[in-house]
């Protein structure tokens, strides 16, 4: 039964939210099984709220897309809109969120909680202009600035941060986020203010305290209670992907917290 996320209950043309996985990069399909086995175990009951999360949700998971390639990535994110229904994307790379995000309509801004800015020019390693390092900054010259909010950074250089200031990118240390938290919510509902709204969650925007089986486990990240809260008044959510996680031997925290954040997501598409 762990081979489907959360549930193998709904058929495909019943199910409101389509969950599929795309496993780009290193690990991404241990990644992908981890998620899924884990996803039976967390509970979508909120007592605090009195509140089922996921509510009268119909989830059905339709597995992995083996191909990888920015064009099927595209292909198979349309898909899932053609089919009126709201895609979940299981990822590896972080990079799949520059490919499906543009099979949103253009006015689509995305919301991007990650450790890293992600903005630099080309991939530092591999001189790739179409990196994990350099989605969001192909996304700004392809969608514009305006589009894209980061929320949750602490990793940069000087180079990434004066694009950002250039460019008047909306972008939100988890410092800024922790001292200023209601100024940093307000800003972010009011970017989001009646636009459709894609959220992509790179796990290591969590503090690794709470979030160890990442990549790159960036100290001083933000915790659940507190994205919890930024994206409470959000509406019109229309899509997620949630990137980046590198399972640990014996250790499931980073899966556990991974899915509660789905689930908190998919409260606000009700």
């Not at 998971?61 to 089919?83: C, M, V």
């Not at 089986?213 to 949630?242: C, H, K």
Request: some cysteine; aromatic content about 10%; overall charge negative.
């Amino acid at each position: 039964m762990y081979e489907k996320f959360f549930t193998d209950e709904f058929k495909t043309e019943e199910a409101d939210v389509i969950v599929f996985g795309i496993p780009l990069g290193d690990k991404a399909l241990q990644a992908l099984q981890s998620l899924r086995r884990e996803s039976w175990r967390v509970e979508p009951y909120d007592m605090e709220r009195n509140i089922n999360l996921v509510g009268s949700l119909k989830i059905a998971d339709i597995g992995n897309y083996s191909a990888t390639g920015p064009a099927d990535i595209l292909r198979n994110t349309k898909k899932i809109l053609d089919w009126g229904k709201f895609p979940l994307i299981l990822g590896g790379q972080h990079t799949l969120t520059l490919f499906a995000i543009g099979a949103f309509p253009p006015e689509t801004k995305i919301i991007d909680f990650d450790a890293h800015t992600d903005i630099k020019n080309e991939d530092c390693f591999t001189a790739q202009k179409f990196s994990h390092m350099a989605w969001v900054r192909r996304f700004c010259e392809t969608r514009g600035p305006q589009n894209i909010a980061i929320v949750g950074a602490r990793s940069a250089d000087e180079d990434d941060m004066a694009f950002i200031k250039n460019n008047n990118v909306l972008c939100f240390s988890a410092q800024e986020v922790k001292n200023n938290f209601r100024n940093v919510k307000e800003k972010l509902e009011s970017f989001a203010a009646g636009s459709p709204v894609y959220i992509s969650l790179d796990m290591d925007v969590f503090d690794p305290a709470v979030s160890p089986a990442v990549d790159y486990p960036e100290p001083g990240g933000i915790f659940f209670t507190q994205f919890a809260s930024l994206i409470e008044n959000i509406r019109n959510v229309v899509g997620m992907d949630l990137v980046e996680v590198k399972p640990i031997q014996d250790n499931r925290v980073t899966e556990f917290l991974a899915i509660k954040s789905i689930f908190e997501v998919l409260s606000k598409i009700r």
